[in-house]
């Protein structure tokens, strides 16, 4: 268990914005996105819509793919403003006392672990990845 490419992902417990508990080990057998993201962050949102159209376009190998969003300082009933406001349909979490943050060494936001559907770190990013990008690396963890 680690955060480098080739660790196992550290598993973790949160909540989601309508109060449901969410569990990383819930989606092993899956190619898995986390994005950590705060509502104030411009490079965030750029990533984010990128992130929406490659969630609801998933199809073939990518069709089970999960994207996290994990919101590391901002309250629920904000995020999940937030999210209908902007559309966005992919699971959002929230970490507000940075227990996932810290878990996962967070420095900023906008960052992204990319896992395997083994539970191994494939790669991470910190700072916004272009719709392009984020399709190159969610082809390589789908296979």
């Known amino acids: 268990v680690g955060l480098y ?3 196992a ?3 973790f417990t949160l909540m989601t914005i309508d109060g449901q508990k969410v569990s990383l080990s819930d989606y092993r ?4 996105m986390l994005n950590f993201w705060m509502i104030n962050c411009e ?3 750029y990533e984010m819509l990128g992130m929406e159209k490659v969630y609801n376009g998933r199809q073939g190998a990518q069709k089970d793919l999960v994207v996290l969003g994990i919101d590391a300082s901002d309250q629920a009933a904000d995020i999940k403003q937030f999210a209908q406001q902007h559309h966005f349909t992919y699971p959002m979490l929230t970490d507000v006392h940075s227990y996932v943050g810290q878990l996962y060494a967070l420095r900023g ?3 992204s672990y990319f896992i395997d559907r083994k ?3 494939y790669t991470s990013n910190e700072g ?3 719709e ?3 399709r190159q690396i969610i082809q390589k963890i789908s296979v």
């Open 109 to 111: 936001t906008p960052t």
């Open 128 to 130: 916004g990845l272009d």
């Open 5 to 7: 490419t080739g660790d």
């Open 29 to 32: 057998g899956r190619p898995i």
């Open 9 to 11: 992902a550290p598993n």
């Open 119 to 121: 539970g191994v770190i």
């Open 43 to 45: 490079g965030c949102q």
């Open 132 to 134: 392009g990008a984020l």
